[in-house]
């Protein structure tokens, strides 16, 4: 079983014109903590994760899952 923490972080930055830089400062992390995240090279903590979603005003599960999201445009089955 992968333990992948797939996200959309730079769907919601792109869609509110936020630089990965504002979003760390907001959320007190270094710049390069958020381009790790959206690349998946790193899996938020429980803490961080509900901030990043605090941030952009939506439930954590339209941020993080534990499967990959449907590409845009792509219909579910």
Same mark, same amino acid.
């Given at each position: 079983m992968?333990?992948?923490?797939?996200?959309?972080?730079a769907l919601l930055? +792109?869609?509110?014109? =936020?630089?990965?830089?504002?979003?760390a400062?907001?959320?007190? =992390?270094?710049?390069q903590t958020i381009?790790?995240?959206e690349r998946? &090279?790193?899996s938020?903590?429980?803490?961080? +994760?509900?901030?990043?979603a605090?941030?952009f005003e939506?439930p954590v &599960?339209?941020?993080?899952?534990?499967?990959p999201?449907?590409?845009?445009?792509e219909?579910s089955?």
């Amino acid at each position: 079983m992968s333990e992948n923490v797939y996200n959309r972080i730079a769907l919601l930055r +792109a869609e509110r014109g =936020v630089t990965r830089r504002q979003l760390a400062d907001a959320l007190g =992390v270094h710049y390069q903590t958020i381009g790790y995240l959206e690349r998946g &090279e790193y899996s938020p903590s429980l803490y961080l +994760a509900l901030r990043i979603a605090g941030y952009f005003e939506v439930p954590v &599960e339209v941020v993080f899952s534990t499967t990959p999201f449907p590409r845009i445009g792509e219909r579910s089955a």
